[in-house]
């Protein structure tokens, strides 16, 4: 792909158009109802729009290393766009940096996270309008698959593009996700007593054990 005739940044009509494609397809998924839900999912959106300002509009990490970069890695265009595939170029991926192996790990993850959060939203919402315990699909793995959902998408584009920005982000949107968590068990707890208390013990909050745990959690 030739960029040379092409600016790579200062396209912001595509910050804008990426934001919103990511932001609303989320929110297609993720449908926030609460001020808690309304908040994580502010903070993931405001995460997209970092990142996407970066990729397109202004390339401040590159900036900001550029000394560094440039004598580790000379002959290396850093204000082309595929140059800003930072780990590809780090690890020494000469291809195209579209297909190389952080890229194509970027898309899994991605694709898998939102994948979870509809997966999660379908059972959640059946949960909610019947007035009982979310324990199915994703639920009978995890407890907070739609956190899960979200920390993948922001893992995968931190893959992607990494950024100064998204990085300080990323650790402090997580502390949020797991606050936000335990708050929301709480109120659990208060709303099914004993049932959730039975379905906490039997499943994990964040990571999932493969194997025996979705026969417990059916109750």
């Known amino acids: 792909m030739n960029h040379s005739d092409a600016p790579a940044y200062g396209l912001w009509s595509l910050v804008i158009i990426n934001s919103l494609v990511f932001i609303i397809f989320a929110f297609s998924f993720a449908k926030p109802q609460s001020s808690r839900d309304w908040r994580s999912f502010g903070a993931f959106s405001a995460f997209l729009i970092a990142l996407f300002t970066e990729m397109y509009g202004f390339p401040l990490t590159i900036y900001l290393f550029s000394g560094w970069l440039s004598q580790r890695f000379p002959g290396v265009d850093f204000l082309s766009h595929d140059a800003g595939h930072l780990l590809e170029v780090m690890f020494g991926w000469r291809g195209n940096p579209h297909f190389g192996p952080f890229h194509i790990a970027s898309n899994i993850l991605i694709g898998l996270g939102f994948w979870l959060l509809a997966s999660a939203w379908k059972v959640l919402y059946e949960a909610q309008r019947n007035h009982r315990l979310a324990t199915t699909g994703a639920y009978a793995r995890v407890r907070h698959p739609q956190y899960d959902g979200f920390v993948l998408i922001m893992f995968g584009f931190l893959l992607q593009w990494p950024t100064v920005v998204t990085l300080i982000m990323f650790p402090i949107l997580v502390f949020m996700y797991v606050r936000l968590a335990k708050y929301e068990e709480k109120l ?32």
């Open 188 to 219: 659990a707890e208060t709303e099914f007593g004993d049932a959730y208390r039975s379905y906490a013990a039997h499943t994990p909050g964040f990571f999932p054990k493969f194997g025996s745990g979705e026969q417990h959690a059916h109750h």
